[in-house]
C-alpha cells in the first residue's frame, strides 16, 4: 500500500486549506484512514481519523470543529478540510492507513502504512 500525501504550503490565520492523501495497492473501503501531524522537536500526533465501515469520525481536542476528514472509497482518497487555522497547526501532517485488524485509530502504532508527509505552515 503506497500513500501519496498533496496540499500543503504556506498560509495565514484563519485562512482554510485541503490536504488530499491518495492511496494505491490493498483494499481501500477496509482501511481506517487517519491524519497526524509532527512538529519541530515534537512527537507525531493525532489529528483526525475516519473509519472503514462507517462515516464515524474522530478529531484531536485541538482540531475539533475546525478540521473535517472526509473519505472517497470509489477514488481511494481521503481528505482533511482546515479551517481556521492557527499558527499552532504548523507541522508536517502524514495520512496513514490501518488495515484489518483495525485499532482505535487513534495511536501512531496502529496503522500500518504511512505517507510521505505535506508541510503546513501557517503564519500569523
Known amino acids: 500500500v503506497q500513500l501519496q500525501a498533496s496540499g500543503g504550503g504556506l498560509v495565514q490565520a484563519a485562512d482554510s486549506l485541503r490536504l488530499s492523501c491518495a492511496a494505491s495497492g490493498g483494499s481501500f473501503s477496509t482501511f481506517t484512514m487517519g491524519w497526524f501531524r509532527q512538529s519541530p522537536n515534537e512527537g507525531r500526533e493525532f489529528v483526525a481519523r475516519i473509519l472503514w465501515g462507517t462515516p464515524s469520525t474522530a478529531y484531536a481536542a485541538s482540531v475539533e470543529g475546525r478540521f473535517t476528514i472526509s473519505r472517497d472509497n470509489d477514488r481511494n482518497m481521503v481528505f482533511l478540510q482546515m479551517d481556521s487555522l492557527k499558527p499552532e497547526d504548523t507541522a508536517v501532517y502524514y495520512c496513514?492507513?490501518?488495515?484489518?485488524?483495525?485499532?482505535?485509530?487513534?495511536?501512531?502504532?496502529?496503522?500500518?502504512?504511512w505517507g510521505q508527509g505535506t508541510l503546513v505552515t501557517v503564519s500569523s
Open positions: 496513514a492507513a490501518d488495515s484489518p485488524p483495525w485499532s482505535d485509530g487513534i495511536q501512531v502504532h496502529g496503522y500500518d502504512y
